[in-house]
């Protein structure tokens, strides 16, 4: 007896399963195809919606490191702006210097000085231009903390000659920005504590100059001691000159009056020195304050020590007593006391000059910390929405290879009937 063999042979769920599959395999492969030629695997959130996250992160990011560069390129031009600026105003310094120098020699003539004093007031007046100066977008770029037009107003008629109407101090630098202006109280103004920006003028009795064969002239201002300096501004006259009493000795009597008065007056002060040779003497008596004296005093001669509020009164004071000098000691007088101050403020300037170097130095560390940041988050936000071209290559290989094969079995399939079958 023989056993007959029966073949199962395709039904309708033999082929919906088998179309099912193909119709899988073709989507799989139209989405490997859509990532080769776009590059993403992410085309909408629903692809992947943790990867998708991710690359929003990573765009917000990318664009709030964008802002604050856009934001730091802006204040360090400004910043550079006012570096140079203030290189500006050393190069007008030093030609004043040498203005000053030039006045003091001997050949110089009143006329010539005069001229010369004129030459020093324009470069002040550029210097002055220079310190009210705006960055691109018109802002001053010396107004400190604050927001004044014009931070730098004078001379004034009354009461302080110059005044500076920006707000005194500076921002900090942050991780991702710095300071959009420079303290130009600390470049141009002047502090009696900190800076000792002194004018000394020296008169006789009946207040014209020292003149010849008497000569009488001072040093400038120097701090002994800063906690003590209170701003006054002082008057030393002197009240007796004694060159008899001891023998060979002269001693000098001065009083020293000061305004406002905080300590003084400082009566009855006494120096001597022999009587041989010129006086040469520490004034010790203001306040912190020191100032040498040199010449051949007499009595009703006075010395009058005022402080300069900014770097113009320096200035201003400098043409005034150099172009007016009425005799060759007020002339050395003039150019000393010239000298010394606008060393003082050319210190100033160098000092303000070197923190915008400091912020120029700190933008570009910011900036080259910037790009580290945009290339990590470049690299983030790629990592999450990118594919891997290799990888997805060989995918859609597979896939294609799979999908052909998958069509040549249904085609296969097709051909399996009852009536294929019985007719076969």
């Known amino acids: 007896m023989s056993i007959s063999t029966f073949n199962r042979i395709g039904t309708a769920n033999a082929y919906a399963f088998t179309l099912q599959n193909l119709q899988g395999q073709q989507a799989s492969l139209s989405n490997l195809q859509n ?11 629903s692809d992947d919606p943790a990867n998708a996250a991710a690359a929003e992160r990573a765009l917000t990011r990318l664009s709030r490191i964008a802002t604050d560069q856009r934001a730091l390129d802006a204040q360090h031009n400004t910043i550079t702006s006012a570096e140079s600026t203030l290189g500006d105003v050393t190069t007008a310094l030093q030609s004043i210097r040498t203005l000053v120098v030039n006045a003091g020699d ?5 006329a010539d000085r005069k001229t010369i004093a004129n030459q020093i007031q324009g470069l002040r007046d550029q210097i002055f231009s220079l310190a009210n100066a ?22 004034n008629s009354s009461g ?10 500076e921002g900090t630098s942050s991780s991702t920005a710095i300071p ?14 900190t800076d000792g920006v002194y004018n000394v003028d020296v008169n006789n009795a009946s207040g014209g100059g020292i003149a010849p064969p008497r000569n009488l002239i001072t040093s400038g201002i120097t701090i002994s001691n800063s906690t003590l300096v209170n701003g006054s501004a002082y008057a030393l006259s002197v009240t007796g000159v004694d060159s008899t009493t001891v023998p060979g000795t002269t001693t ?15 009566t009855g002060l006494k120096t001597s020195y022999p009587s041989d040779q010129t006086a040469d003497f520490t004034v ?44 060759p000691n007020s002339v050395t007088q003039a150019v000393g006391q010239a000298l010394h101050n606008i060393d003082l403020g050319l210190a100033q300037v160098s000092a303000a000059r070197g923190l915008a170097g400091t912020l120029m130095n700190r933008a570009q560390v910011i900036s080259t910390a910037n790009d580290a940041r945009t290339i990590q988050e470049q690299t983030d936000k790629a990592n999450a929405e990118n594919i891997d071209m290799v990888k997805t290559i060989s995918d859609f290989q597979s896939q294609q290879t799979s999908h052909s094969a998958a069509l040549q079995s249904y085609a296969q399939i097709q051909k399996l009937s009852l009536f294929n079958y019985l007719n076969g």
Do not use: C
């Open 35 to 45: 990532e080769l030629s776009s590059g993403k695997k992410i085309t909408s959130p």
């Open 106 to 110: 001997s050949i110089q003539t009143p």
């Open 134 to 155: 705006k960055d691109s977008n018109g802002l001053p770029m010396f107004s400190g903390l604050g927001s004044a037009q014009t931070p730098f107003v004078g001379p």
């Open 160 to 169: 302080p000659d110059y005044v500076y109407k920006g707000l005194t101090g």
């Open 180 to 193: 959009a202006t420079i303290d130009g109280a600390r470049a141009f103004m002047s502090q009696p504590a």
């Open 252 to 266: 000098v009597t001065y009083d020293i009056a000061e305004t406002p008065n905080v300590g003084g007056p400082y």
């Open 284 to 327: 010790t008596a203001m306040p912190g304050l020191s100032l040498q004296v040199k010449g051949t005093p007499a009595v009703g001669d006075k010395l009058t020590v005022t402080p300069n509020s900014s770097l113009f009164t320096t200035l201003d004071k400098a043409i005034t007593n150099i172009g007016s000098a009425p005799d």
